[in-house]
């Protein structure tokens, strides 16, 4: 347990938070959305600190070229986060919607759907061909999402107490984006205990969110277990978050007394429909999953984790061999997480015949349904894939691979499917109540899910359903800017092709990008500079800077 003194620096921290709760209902909602735009400065300034202590910590070097991750989904992530909250605030003080203007739709199952970005000329220029739709629960209208949209910020004046929110260790904005949700979305302020993996960035965090700080809305310690296990149970605390693994989460749910909300990763799965695909397309979306699966070493509670591909595909041998060498050619990394090296020794075992490629540090392990147990029950939070192959073609593989997801993988966080334009259009309506049959927070076609955690405007976490006994991905959601209720789950879809051949996708009604490769690819040579300048146009919006930038996107 945590020493006599640490006691006392908690029970101190508790004791300002409780007076800064009181000091936040007071703020009108225009106070709020100024100390945001605060907020906003204060991490601007430590910017590139953030994305080169980041790299440096995960033993990325000056000049590697995956450093442009750090920038991604560290500051970036966080600033647009910020961004959004201020406009919602900005809505709800002028007394409209945050939704009003956001086009809504439909979805198969009486579903409401927000398509909440793009939103902007800039986004559609900087990630064009991309896009999120939030799903509302069955039988939730238009009209009354619009009207609940505000969640907290629509009581501004109601207290929302203290809570602790326990951070990630591996993505550097996750514990930023989780104290504001807190914030925004329950006028709940927070004691934030840092994950020992972030402690590098303590001194960075403490700048960034010190306009949170100084009127003892944000409170920032560090520690071990023993700490966070002395916040848990403290009669101050109203509230628990946290992302971290379900053995974490389990250790903590016998001796709470308060509410809990988690999100704790899981298995996901990358679905390839089989079509009739380009020496190109399997180039490409060999380094799609590739991405999946290597970004940050691989220590993602969203990394791909299982290909489910079609064992009737005339393509599937080429394919496959794509696959193993965009694994062997993505950059050299440190596999640098604590308790990696067990895991994929793990891997390993269940699967002696598994290749290793790149470095050897990368396990590829390709296999049978019926063997397929520990690939799919175990998330691995390291460079380990698996491929396993399901029977069938078209609408009836799709079928198939979206129960087999369901019912085999652990958890419900993430789920991938990438299908050509032709065969999406062959399918039609099938292929929509596809996407709706999988029971994931985030479901994304052509795309990585990553993409949802990184818009702001997007939802984050678990399919709803996760109990205290049962929540292998946790319980209720983040991010989600615009404050929407009874939340479902995410959607993003981005084009099928990169720029120019994601022409032919546009004239099947499926998105033009003018990104030859995405800057988070890993295997983008331009990555790290493209993200980077992504990320200053988010702070400067310096135009003739970011046309640079865009040159540079085009030599990936």
Known sequence: ?????????????????????????????????????????????????????????????????????????????????????????????????????????????????????????????????????????????????????????????????????????????????????????????????????????????????????????????????????????????????????????????????????????????????????????????????????????????????????????PQRADFLEELRAAYDRAPERPVWYPNSESKMDAARDAYPDAARCGDGSRTLVETSPGEAEPLETTEYFSPVLGVVALPGTGQEFLDTAVAHANDRLTGTLGANVLIDPATQSALRAGFERAVADLHYGTVAVNAWTAFGFLTPTATWGAYPGGTLDDAPSGIGIVHNAFLLDQVERTVVRGPFRPFPRSATSALRGYGLSVLPKPPWFVTSRTGAAVCEGFTRFRIDGNGAAMAVVLVKAFGA
């Open 1 to 313: 347990m945590a020493t006599t003194t640490e006691h006392a620096t908690l029970d101190q921290a508790i004791t300002q938070l409780e007076t800064g709760a009181r000091a936040w209902s007071l703020l009108t909602l225009g106070q709020r959305r100024a100390l945001l735009r605060r907020v906003h400065a204060t991490t601007a300034a430590v910017a590139e600190e953030w994305a080169y202590t980041a790299s440096e910590s995960k033993g990325l070097a000056p000049g590697h070229p995956l450093r442009g991750e750090e920038w991604l989904s560290g500051p970036y992530a966080a600033l647009v986060a910020v961004d959004a909250y201020a406009d919602t605030l900005g809505a709800l003080a002028a007394g409209r919607s945050p939704i009003a203007g956001v086009r809504t739709g439909t979805a198969p199952g009486g579903r409401t759907v927000v398509h909440t970005s793009p939103l902007t000329a800039t986004d559609r220029l900087l990630l064009s061909g991309y896009s999120t739709e939030v799903w509302l629960e069955p039988g939730v209208t238009a009209e009354a999402a619009r009207r609940a949209a505000g969640l907290g910020q629509r009581y501004p004046s109601a207290p929302g107490g203290v809570g602790i929110v326990l951070g990630a260790g591996n993505i550097t904005s996750i514990p930023y984006l989780d104290v504001l949700y807190e914030l925004m979305a329950f006028n709940r302020v927070a004691i934030l205990k840092l994950n020992p993996t972030q402690n590098a960035l303590v001194g960075v965090f403490e700048r960034a969110l010190a306009p949170l700080i100084e009127p003892g809305f944000l409170r920032i310690v560090t520690g071990g277990g023993d700490v966070g296990g002395s916040l848990t149970g403290h009669p101050g605390i109203s509230h628990v978050h946290i992302t971290g693994s379900e053995a974490t989460f389990r250790a903590i749910v016998p001796g709470l007394s308060v509410p809990i909300t988690a999100e704790l990763g899981g298995v996901s799965p990358i679905i390839i429909v089989p079509g009739e695909w380009s020496a190109a397309d399997l180039r490409y979306q060999a380094e799609h999953v590739v991405t999946m699966r290597l970004h940050n070493s691989g220590h993602n509670c969203i990394a791909g984790q299982v290909v489910l591909l079609s064992s009737d595909w």
